[in-house]
């Protein structure tokens, strides 16, 4: 049987000199501290780029747009810039407010001594899908839905191999409120490093907080690269599972029929 590779290019917007602005800068806490791995891009657009480790970021985008500059990332409050804050400054520091989070009150099932098992893999195609290009605003992933109300332990997801010196993953959690409204259930970043690596491995992701799937609820998990140290690629298997691509910044997405698949292990939970 032959073998194919699914290819999913993640953008790389090539932008002229001519008519553009270029601003670049920090994006911060209130305390000053670097913000690692947030998006800034203009509003809905689909250009955009990804401050680094210390929250350095460079940014190019046509000069003749006067949107909004949207700032954002899973612990902090979502901010926009206006055009005047940024149109006669190419040098900024961006502050985040910390977002507020109330805690839920879990209650573990009495029945729930093992953990439980969520595997959504769909139907293996002797294919891959191959994540190739710099880290950007682009995500993938599938669709879940819960028969219990589980309290995530682990995220594993399978990889073919990795080519990239290293890069790091990011992986975000929606909980979807019908066809066009989703919102992030995650408060604390899910990142993971993965080095090169020719072999199969799995990468057994963990939660910093209680993350609760609700019996019932359709999900979107989704994977993407925010760091990457060299040119490469990293490859995973491919199912027969719808999967949705996702602009991080704008939200603009699509539906595909084959993708990614991950396995959601947790406990049941009343």
Known sequence: MKKYIFILFLPCFCLLSYGQITIEGQVVNKTGLPIAYASIGLENDSTGTISDLNGNFKYTFNSNSNKFIKVTHVSYMTKLLPYSTYSDRHKLTIELTDKNVALPELSI??????????????????????????????????????????LISDIIIKVKECTYTECTLSVNIYKMNGKNNM??????????????????LDLNIRPHEDIILEKGQKYYISLRIVDEKSDGHISFPLYMKHNLVRNYTNGT??????????????????
């Not at 029945?111 to 969520?118: F, L, Q, S, V």
């Not at 769909?122 to 993938?140: H, Y």
């Not at 990614?260 to 049941?268: D, H, M, Q, T």
Request: hydrophobic share 30%.
């Open 183 to 200: 919102n992030n259930i995650l408060n604390k970043p899910l990142y993971y490093n993965v080095k090169r690596n020719t072999n199969k």
């Open 109 to 150: 099932s009495a029945n729930a001594i093992k953990p439980k098992g969520r595997v959504n893999k769909g139907l293996r195609i002797p294919s891959d899908v191959k994540f190739s290009g710099e880290a950007n605003n682009m995500e993938c992933g599938p669709y879940i839905k819960s028969r219990k109300q589980i």
């Open 253 to 270: 997405k699509h539906s595909i029929p084959v993708g990614l698949s991950f396995s959601v292990i947790g406990k049941e939970i009343q």
